[in-house]
Every structure is written in C-alpha cells, then in structure tokens.
C-alpha cells in the first residue's frame, strides 16, 4: 500500500497519471481532478486515506498527444489503475462533474470495488432530454463573446507570450461565472492550477469538447442503476438544482441514492459553501446517509 506524498502511476507507454495521497485511517476516498481537487477537499482527509489523481490529458499528468487515446473508456481504466496501485480493498469515490460519468461507469463495471459514491453536479442518468441544449463551439470557448478584456488579451497574443496568465484571466472572466452562485463566488476559487501547461484553456477544452465529451455517445444509464447496490450521494448547489424530474430518475433508479442540495451554492459547493458541504458529505462517507435524504 503506497504512503503518503506524490506518485506517479504508468497506465500505457507515455502516459503517467499523477496521484497524489494525504490523510490517514481505515478507508480509502479516491478523487478524479487532483489539479482543481486536492487543496479544495483536503478537510476529508482528516479521517481517512485521501487519493486524488488527475485525469490524462490534466493537471500534472502526461499530456496526450494521439487524441485516440482520449475518451471515457479510457477515464475508466485509468481509474482502475489508480486504485489498483493502492490496493485491493474497496474505496468511496468522489467525483466532480465530467469526472461523475467516470466513477460511475466505474462503479457498475467493477461490483464490489466500490463502497459509496459521492457525484458533484453529476450529469443526467441520458442525455436525452437532460442534455440536448448546443455546448459552445470551441472557438467560442477559446474566445467568448461578450467578453472584451479576453479579446484585448488575445490581440496582443498574450495567451501566447503569457499563457498562465490569460489562463487565469479565462478562469475569471468565462469559465468560472459560469460555474458560481453568485459573481464574488469567483474570488473562492484558488487558481494555482492556472499555472500547468495541461490547464491552459486552449488545451483541455479542445480535448473535452472533441474527444472526450462525444465519447459518452447518446447515453442512457438508467438500465444499469438498480445494479448498484452501494449507497450514492447526489449533491448539487441550489443554483443548478436540476429539474425535479431528472433528480428523480436518479433517486428511482439507484437503491440507495440520497440527494444533498447546498445552499448558496452553484456548481462549486466545496467552495462556495463548504461549511454546508464537508460536514455532510464526511457524514455520508461514515456511514450517516440516512440523515442526508433531501429529496428534489
């Protein structure tokens, strides 16, 4: 069993995934995102062994230069090298996002690798009807309208003389007024990882938008559900509270599914509102689940 500090894990020829492990005691929590993730979620590795890892393609691991080997299959057995490198006894995943797809696909592919899910702004169970609206183009990412300092900044090609900082400026600008409550929700949000090459908007955007997203096809998970015998917390921020009837898709399908809504909070409740956030989610993560029930 691996101890604390930085690893690196070789998943296939040139690609190493960069884990990093905090924290200490008889269970195991896993974390897609380590670049967004470890600082942000470092109070739960006060009672247990914290495992967080980013993503090929992201944060400090290898970048990916055959697109080929970019998708969610990919996201999957990467996950499974992580936490075979910390061992066979089973682990709760937490998982934010995109990275809620991963866990799980995960969790049904793998029974009895997993003891409990957390999934932040998770997805819907389909696609269709919860996921139809257009996403923007990549040229509209990279360069969003409606927003002239960004343009400024790209006139004088800072994005190329400076990356780090129109990272950061991308961040603050588009990126995250997307993701909060409220726009001093923004200044919540450390921006470090602006700093790593694979964090650059250019980069990871492409890949999400044109490998990695397409990948999950037209999905539809509520089949696979009722497979899922382990307890599974659903958490959004109030402000992306879902529709009720995607909510309850979830809750019809998993045996064991409870719903936390974060108050005061968008896509980014660890941040926005963690003193609603932590306490309720180590809660589940002991075993306290049954408090947590808050249906939409």
Known sequence: MPGAGEHGIDVEPGIRLHVSISGAGPRTLIVPGAAWLERPLAPLAARRRLVSYDTRGRGRSSSVEDRSRLGVDFDVADLAAVHRHLGSAPA????????????????????????RLVLVGPYGPRRDPWHLDDLPSLGEMIRPPGAPRLGALRAGRVHRTDPRSYAREWMREYYLPLQVARPDHVDLVPLEACDL???????WAADFLERILPSLGDWDWRPLLPSLSIPVLLVWGEGERPA????????????????????????????????????AVDAFLEGAHQGLRRRA
Do not use: C, D, K
Not at 197 to 203: D, L
């Open 92 to 115: 709760a995943i937490l998982a934010q996002s995109h990275a809620t797809a991963t866990a799980l696909l995960y969790a049904l592919e793998h029974p009895g690798a997993v003891e």
């Open 197 to 203: 090459p694979n964090e650059f908007p250019e980069r």
């Open 244 to 279: 009720p009837a995607m909510v309850q898709e979830w809750i019809g399908g998993l045996p064991h599914a409870q719903v936390l809504v974060v108050p005061g909070s968008g896509h980014l409740p660890f941040h926005e509102n963690p003193g609603a956030f932590f306490p």
